[in-house]
């Protein structure tokens, strides 16, 4: 949106190619018949975001993507992104990336900055953030690469650290040079036709490459046919689709589109927006008399600003969509997402679907397309999840095995802009916060608790069928940090549990982990034994003291679904192994993300020391799922015992030594 500072109507245009071989027929690179050997779904269903699904294949990949949705004529949303500069601004942009995945967009792009140090590992590096969006958001990512003051070796280098990282997609640019003057890099590209080129030599088909066009011809060209043929060359040297430059009327465009179509590429686009001075200084073009005769006697004015830029925007969309020419648009976000998203649901194109492919969020790394089951420890914590399991050649699939050391890294840099909190001093101060948290009450200072260290975004709608137990017993001392309720035979289309295709019904038994003292824990041993064999039980101390009945070690399916011709598909078990490791990493978040918002020595911190070294991590699964869950009874057991004044006596003490019919060690 046009903003004095900010956000205007830029409309960019994205084309998808057919590329004609000699003999007339398609190449691979746009052959919808590949698209619908998929099993032939063109429907939105089938590609409107960019996680993966459950049985992903080959044609998982942004054109098949695009291909799809063309033929089905559902509008597609797309958004660009920028490196922010600074380690919190990095931290913002992945929860951005977050919620704005939420709406469903197509894919995002991430710009190349040559003076941010662009394919390094810092985390605001270009890289780095494309990097993040595929495996611990989920998002189909486009990272631009320049030419720019590079040479052959060194983008031969960023393009092999892309692939292992799992990106797919590269928009190839020459790039604005860094002074006032194009200088050339000996042993490098001059123009982005070399680069593709050379990404088509050196990888094949592994990416899927996009080029820049120019409605109006490049600043630099001779003319604007001129300017078209260079546009033909990028295309016949494997360019997959097209992201033109932005104009400001839709007539602009389908001037483009139409002058195009006698090169024998065909060609769908999508539109965008940025500010009007970023507009102006980056794009050399000139804002038309129109617009700026509207914002300058409102220039000092955001809200007027704000406003008529999104109007223009959805005049702008709408006169493009209308015109049958345009499968979808892309929006230039600036890194903000009021106005873009304003924008989207007044067209009817944000659309937050509340069914998942999984339970939980799904990287969009290609060798973790097969991976359809975790542990449960993990569920509010799943980039650390994805963190820890990055190095794995293969990931589970059909079942969690019994395994005696699965490889989890170590988790020791908490430093890692995707792994860190968003919890400030003034949202944790003591025990009641794990009550304001679940209440999403005010703290004692009047601030709202939206987050806790195991527990980074608010609530999920599905925690909330719990809310009220969970509040009780977190006033009572047993301060949790995951559960879910227990499920019989919801429809996978169900907004608040469901996941996976629709038609399918999912099952899951009720689940509770927290902390307590090892004085409630002496009390629900004793109560525990009651509820045997319907109760199954890990109870574990910061020193790795581990007390469970699970049978022979093995895993325990906790959430499964049934779908319409596949076989059960078990995406979360509590496995006593991986327990151990999540152990480590749960204990560790007292001291890493809380004790240490405060000074050594302060009462806070010594509060938090205390429960890190004495308290008790416990998980709790109800077998027993067709029935009410009995795991409320079985704490409400627990509290009673205690207010009996009755002795429980050292339960953990005898357990120790094997007493009691459970398992101890590790």
Same mark, same amino acid.
């Given at each position: !949106? ?13 084309? #998808? ?34 996680? =993966? ?60 900055? $040559? ?26 990512? #486009? ?7 590079? %040479? ?40 982005? #036709? ?17 080029? /820049? ?7 630099? +060209? ?65 804002? $038309? ?10 220039? @000092? ?14 005049? !702008?969309?709408?006169?493009?969509? @209308? ?30 679907? =509340?069914?998942? &492919?999984?339970?939980?969020? #799904?990287? +969009? ?16 914590? &799943? ?45 944790? *101060? ?11 009450? =005010? ?14 975004? $608010? ?57 307590? %003292?090892?004085?409630?824990?002496? /009390? *629900? ?29 093995? $895993? ?23 327990? !151990? ?18 000074? @050594? ?27 009410? %869950? ?7 057991? !627990? ?14 003490? /005898?357990?120790?030594?094997? @007493? ?7």
């Amino acid at each position: !949106m046009i903003n004095k500072q900010r956000v205007t109507p830029r409309y960019a245009r994205r084309m #998808v190619n057919q590329v004609q071989r000699g003999d007339g027929t398609l190449s691979s690179r746009s052959d919808s018949s590949a698209a619908s050997a998929s099993g032939g779904d063109s429907s939105k269903e089938s590609s409107r975001c960019s996680t =993966p699904v459950l049985d992903a294949d080959r044609t998982d990949r942004l054109r098949y993507k695009m291909r799809r949705r063309m033929e089905s004529g559902d509008h597609w949303f797309s958004l660009e992104f920028f490196p922010p500069r600074t380690a919190s601004g990095a931290v913002n942009l992945i929860s951005r990336f977050d919620r704005m995945g939420s709406g469903g967009p197509l894919f995002i792009d991430i710009t190349w900055h $040559p003076s941010g140090d662009p394919g390094s590992d810092k985390e605001t590096s270009s890289m780095m953030i494309a990097s993040t969006a595929v495996n611990y958001c989920g998002l189909e990512s #486009v990272l631009h690469l320049t030419c720019c003051n590079q %040479s052959k070796d060194n983008i031969s280098r960023h393009l092999s650290k892309a692939k292992h990282l799992g990106l797919k997609n590269i928009m190839a640019l020459r790039g604005d040079p860094v002074g006032s003057d194009w200088e050339e890099e000996e042993e490098g590209f001059n123009y982005a #036709v070399d680069l593709v080129k050379h990404i088509r030599s050196e990888f094949d088909d592994y990416f899927d490459i996009c080029v /820049a066009g120019y409605p109006t011809g490049h600043p630099e +060209a001779h003319s604007y046919k001129e300017d078209l043929i260079y546009l033909k060359e990028k295309v016949a040297a494997g360019a997959d689709f097209v992201i033109t430059q932005l104009f400001f009327r839709a007539e602009t465009f389908l001037k483009f589109e139409e002058d195009c179509r006698p090169s024998g590429s065909p060609c769908v686009c999508v539109q965008g927006y940025q500010s009007l001075r970023q507009l102006v200084k980056l794009s050399k073009l000139e804002v $038309p008399e129109e617009i700026t005769r509207v914002i300058e006697p409102i220039k @000092d004015n955001d809200a007027a600003i704000r406003n008529y830029g999104i109007h223009q925007a959805l005049e !702008m969309c709408r006169v493009l969509l @209308d015109s049958g020419r345009v499968p979808g648009l892309h929006f230039y976000t600036l890194n903000r997402e009021v106005a873009t998203m304003e924008v989207l649901r007044q067209l009817g194109m944000w659309q937050e679907d =509340p069914r998942r &492919p999984m339970p939980w969020a #799904v990287s +969009a790394h290609p060798k973790r397309k097969v991976e359809d089951v975790r542990p449960i420890f993990w569920g509010s914590r &799943p980039k650390s999840y994805i963190y820890r399991t990055q190095d794995w050649d293969e990931f589970p699939n059909g079942r969690w095995g019994n395994s005696s050391s699965p490889a989890f890294g170590e988790l020791n840099d908490y430093y890692l802009f995707y792994l860190k909190s968003k919890s400030s001093k003034d949202a944790l *101060l003591v025990f009641e916060v794990f009550t304001c948290y679940i209440a999403a009450q =005010p703290n004692r200072k009047g601030h709202k608790v939206m987050c806790l260290p195991w527990n980074d975004e $608010p609530l999920a709608p599905e925690t909330n069928m719990l809310k009220d137990e969970l509040e009780k017993v977190n006033t009572r001392g047993v301060l949790t940090i995951n559960s879910q309720p227990n499920i019989n035979g919801k429809p996978s289309t169900d907004p608040i549990v469901g996941w996976g295709p629709p038609g399918g019904y999912v099952f899951q038994k009720a689940y509770l982990e927290f902390f307590t %003292s090892s004085e409630n824990v002496n /009390a *629900l041993l004793k109560v525990l034994k009651k509820y045997e064999p319907r109760v199954n039980y890990h109870i574990v101390n910061v020193h790795g003291r581990n007390l469970t009945n699970a049978p022979d070690m093995q $895993p325990n399916a906790v959430t499964w679904g049934i779908f319409p011709g596949r076989e059960i598909v078990q995406p979360t078990v509590v496995d006593p192994v991986s327990f !151990m490791f999540w152990k480590d990493e749960a204990f560790a978040l007292w001291i890493e993300q809380w004790a240490k918002l405060y000074e @050594d020595e302060s009462p806070s911190r010594m509060i938090i020391k205390y429960i890190h070294d004495n308290y008790f991590l416990v998980n709790l699964v109800d077998n027993d799922f067709p029935l009410d %869950s009995c795991l409320w009874q079985v704490i409400e057991d !627990m509290f009673e015992l205690l207010q009996t004044g009755l002795d429980t006596g050292d339960v953990l003490g /005898a357990l120790n030594t094997g @007493d009691g019919g459970a398992s101890g060690g590790r």
